[in-house]
């Protein structure tokens, strides 16, 4: 006996029980009521000898549905408002020269220098750099963004900038976005995933990610283990990234102290004339987790009218630049 007559052997038996089982004077499901005309219906397809019939699917449509479960997620993209950082003075957008673009300059070749010089390998990264400040209102937030559009200027640096100031949320203010996870949500919710919380913006080389849904626990979830392998990850995923970090001022908010363990570099912002010598001492002692913390003295009022070379606009000396106490001052 062969294997089909083997196999047609089966469904004849399978046939006949299934007719001994249904009651008398019902059709059975292969017959066809009198009077009826028997609808068409598909050959019978054999497999390995085996009668069946398989159901029809639209081949279109099940390659349609096979595509877009492979098709990746397009990134989120947020819009800066450009009128909020023309009224603001953020000039890192422009790549002309003048006075303030100059002195970024100048700050940042200073922080990127260890970022390629110290490697990107163990717990504090040379690449995650924090901007905080003594006080409120000192320009943290306005250092921050300017840093980060010019580091986004390099051709050879992509740069990640993170509102880590759930309280204020200052960076929301210069874009244009709806209600979108950041960095609380990613760091409170394991299903959350940090391409989620990453966000494109129109200027090439730059993203950002939001501070997120604003936490009472927020200082308990920013000094987490997990949220020391959040930024690990996020700085990890390009070898080309730099991630500029918002925090909150040191002497309102724990969280800058939590975040300098696990930060590269500080940036600390102190407004002249107006920041008094304690208060810079006090934030330097909070923040002497990190390994690097370098000083701007940013407000300071221009006594002097000079030009720099044959570029036609006013240069007013950054200040002193040296070493106290182990710390950069720009």
Do not use: W
Request: with cysteine.
């Amino acid at each position: 006996m062969t294997m089909d007559e083997s196999a047609m052997s089966l469904v004849e038996r399978a046939a006949l029980r299934l007719r001994a089982r249904t009651p008398e004077g019902e059709p059975t499901p292969q017959s066809t009521p009198a009077g009826q005309k028997a609808p068409d219906r598909d050959p019978p397809v054999r497999i390995a000898g085996i009668a069946e019939r398989i159901p029809a699917v639209p081949p279109r449509a099940a390659a349609g549905d096979a595509r877009a479960a492979m098709r990746p997620r397009s990134k989120p993209t947020v819009a800066f408002d450009q009128d909020a950082l023309t009224r603001a003075g953020i000039v890192g957008s422009s790549a002309m020269r003048s006075r303030v673009t100059e002195e970024l300059r100048i700050i940042k070749r200073q922080l990127l220098s260890p970022a390629l010089s110290e490697g990107r390998d163990g717990e504090a990264r040379a690449d995650v750099i924090m901007v905080t400040s003594a006080l409120p209102a000192e320009g943290k937030t306005f250092t921050a963004l300017n840093l980060a559009l010019s580091i986004a200027h390099e051709e050879d640096h992509h740069v990640l900038l993170v509102d880590a100031d759930g309280a204020r949320q200052g960076l929301r203010r210069f874009l244009v976005a709806g209600d979108l996870p950041g960095l609380l949500d990613l760091a409170a919710d394991p299903t959350v995933d940090v391409a989620d919380v990453i966000l494109g913006t129109e200027i090439p080389r730059l993203s950002v990610v939001l501070a997120g849904t604003h936490r009472e626990h927020g200082a308990e979830l920013l000094a987490s283990q997990r949220m020391r392998s959040l930024i690990g990850e996020m700085a990890a995923r390009y070898d080309d990234r730099v991630i500029v970090l918002d925090a909150p001022p040191c002497l309102v908010s724990s969280d800058p102290a939590a975040l300098a363990a696990i930060v590269g570099q500080v940036v600390l912002v102190i407004e002249a004339d107006r920041t008094q010598r304690g208060e810079v001492e006090g934030s330097l002692e909070l923040l002497r987790a990190c390994p690097r913390i370098s000083l701007i003295l940013n407000k300071r009022k221009a006594v002097t009218s000079d030009s720099f070379g044959s570029y036609p606009y006013n240069y007013q000396p950054i200040g002193a630049t040296g070493q106290a106490r182990g710390k950069n001052v720009y």
